[in-house]
């Protein structure tokens, strides 16, 4: 087998994972497709063995284990068993694909510490925190997108800035633009970067709709593109804070 024909059995593989945990996440996974398709996965990675170096064939090994569940056909599987099964070998196929050359591991751009928050956006970044570790960039872009709507709307409400019933991104930003004393902005390259940003929030939405795991979708963002999405959310979100605190 060729270093290319490997990586894209590895990169299909993972996508199959995150279809998984995105109908896990779900409620709608069942027991028996889960562990049909892990157990697959498992057999498929322990033949790629002589294919890798010493260390990632023992890694393989190590991660399969000796026994194997009986699924119950039919049953819904909890958020928490789908995801306790799978984020192990996600993480395992992420550093297999890396040790062949498949793809740079970007690093987050660390989130801000927020002045401006609640309970929500508090429960939200730290959903994403543990979901960029456990089981890759892809399935946290739902939480960071979490996070942006939270802030602007909590923003909108300390400073009694009215909005639309269920606002997009883009609308609060509008209002939050039109009505903060924050955005007095006198600089007209800064400004025309501020207008950028819409855009930026306009895409956003159908990324996140059709693109993580918000929703059962088959075509998920690949980690380095959701890694972009939350290193972008993540800029945004620290140029806001310093503005609107001071």
């Known amino acids: 087998m060729t270093n290319k024909e490997l990586l894209e059995k590895l990169n299909s593989q993972l996508k199959e994972i995150n279809e998984l945990l995105s109908l896990g996440d779900l409620g709608l ?3 028996d497709e889960l562990y049909a398709t892990k157990h697959r996965i498992e057999d ?12 990632e064939a023992l890694k393989i090994e190590k991660a399969i284990p000796k026994w194997r569940n009986v699924p119950k056909s039919g049953i819904f599987v909890q ?41 929500t956006i508090n429960q939200a970044v730290n959903d994403s925190k543990i979901l960029i570790t456990t089981q890759g960039a ?8 979490t996070v942006l709507h939270g802030y602007l709307k909590k923003v909108c409400d300390e400073e009694k800035i009215s909005y639309p019933a269920d606002p997009t991104l883009n609308q609060l930003l509008k209002e939050i633009k039109a009505h903060h004393k924050a955005f007095d902005i006198k600089n007209e390259n ?3 970067v501020l207008k950028s940003m819409a855009n930026i929030f306009d895409k956003l939405n159908p990324i996140r709709n059709s693109s993580s795991i918000a929703h059962p979708n088959s075509d998920l963002l690949d980690q380095d593109e959701a890694m972009l999405i939350i290193n972008t959310v993540n800029t945004i979100l ?6 609107f605190s001071k």
């Not at 498929?44 to 260390?55: D, T, V, Y």
């Not at 620290?238 to 503005?243: F, N, P, T």
């Open 29 to 31: 996974l069942k027991s």
């Open 44 to 55: 498929e990675l322990n033949s790629f063995r002589p294919f890798f170096e010493k260390i």
């Open 79 to 119: 958020v928490s068993e789908s995801n306790n099964q799978l984020s192990g070998l996600h993480i395992l196929i992420q550093e297999l694909i890396n040790s062949k050359g498949g793809s740079e591991q970007i690093e987050p751009v660390k989130p801000p510490e927020l002045k401006i928050t609640g309970s």
């Open 138 to 145: 892809t399935s946290a872009v739902d939480r960071v997108h």
């Open 190 to 192: 800064i400004d025309q």
């Open 238 to 243: 620290a140029y806001l804070d310093a503005k």
